[in-house]
């Protein structure tokens, strides 16, 4: 699937896009995954009084759009990939279901990164995955957040920049794909074509801890949005600049970017695990069972639980910083 013209397109322009890629299909495990996700927060809310209708007939998108309205609140954290970087807790929600891995470890992914980094793959634990219900139903969806990016608009940033200068030299390459069509007016990616060939910009932490480029600092060039069907993916080097619209349509996004790096590579975030996908150097070192990868987070979990991390574990920009004023 990446043929020479598509590693050039990447190389000139920092990303590409390879359409159909993954097939409706290959999503059946992990949408079913999530509606089960969802019926266990469903009858735990039920039981603290804090739902009256868990809309149990609708499928996924709609049961969780339906809900959004009724609570105003998100569930971002019950169905991503990964811990936050702080206030981590015993009982942290994360979204550990074998069909992930399945995803994670999906033969035409590695294929498709095995082209761009080499054959000696790990999975980063840089990876999230967004359900993002349109903006207008969640007003006041608690915007201190400091993962609100998962449910509302993410800033311009450039993935090199949100993790550790130890990760400077790693070829990370993000694969991003989205689970249902994502139109511009769902809030899909847009992208600074050609901006991964200049250095690495400031990012300015907020009151929250959200990294962002300072507009000032981004390059004079018009943004390209862009919109993508279900199974389309979407492949970004390390320093590309780009950033997601709000959803202002009247579906749910629902989006995975997971992170890859060469097996050993530094990921720039050490505190969370990696783990390698496929070695033909190592064979035996590829983790191949959905249980050890969770509970290499779940381990996590409760090694950080009741922790307080210095910020340089997660980045290296200051607040202060010129640029930042």
């Known amino acids: 699937m990446i043929t ?53 007939n609708l499928p996924f998108a709609a049961r969780y759009l339906q809900l959004s309205r009724d609570t105003g609140a998100v569930f971002a954290q019950h169905f991503t990939i990964a811990l936050p970087q702080r206030e981590v807790r015993a009982d942290t929600p994360i979204f550990l279901a074998p069909s992930v891995f399945g995803l994670l470890t999906h033969p035409r992914i590695l294929d498709a990164v095995e082209a761009f980094i080499g ?15 349109p903006e207008r139903i969640i007003p006041n969806a608690d915007e201190r957040d400091a993962r609100r990016g998962l449910f509302r608009a993410t800033p311009w940033h450039q993935d090199n920049g949100v993790v550790t200068a130890a990760a400077d030299a790693t070829p990370m390459i993000t694969v991003w794909f989205s689970i249902a069509d994502t139109p511009v007016e769902a809030g899909c990616l847009q992208v600074i074509p050609g901006s991964h060939r200049a250095d690495l910009l400031c990012h ?122």
């Open 204 to 325: 300015c932490p907020d009151e929250n801890g959200e990294l962002s480029i300072p507009g000032r600092l981004l390059p004079a060039q018009k943004p390209l949005p862009l919109p993508v069907r279900a199974g389309d993916v979407l492949f970004l080097h390390r320093r590309l600049c780009h950033a997601a619209l709000p959803n202002v349509g009247d579906t749910l996004r629902w989006s995975y970017d997971l992170r890859y790096i060469p097996a050993g590579a530094n990921s720039g975030r050490e505190l969370f695990p990696t783990f390698v996908a496929r070695s033909r150097a190592e064979p035996d070192s590829v983790l191949t069972s959905p249980r050890a990868w969770a509970q290499m987070w779940l381990d996590a979990r409760a090694k950080l639980a009741g922790q307080a991390t210095p910020t340089r574990h997660w980045n290296r920009w200051r607040a202060d910083a010129a640029a930042c004023a």
């Open 4 to 56: 020479q013209q598509t590693r050039a397109h990447f190389s000139r322009e920092g990303y590409c896009l390879v359409e159909g890629l993954l097939q409706p299909r290959d999503f059946e495990p992990v949408i079913a995954d999530s509606e089960a996700a969802l019926d266990d927060l469903c009858r735990r809310m039920r039981a603290r009084g804090e739902l009256k209708n868990d809309h149990a």
């Open 119 to 133: 054959a000696e793959i790990a999975v980063s634990p840089v990876g999230n995955v967004r359900i993002k219900p």
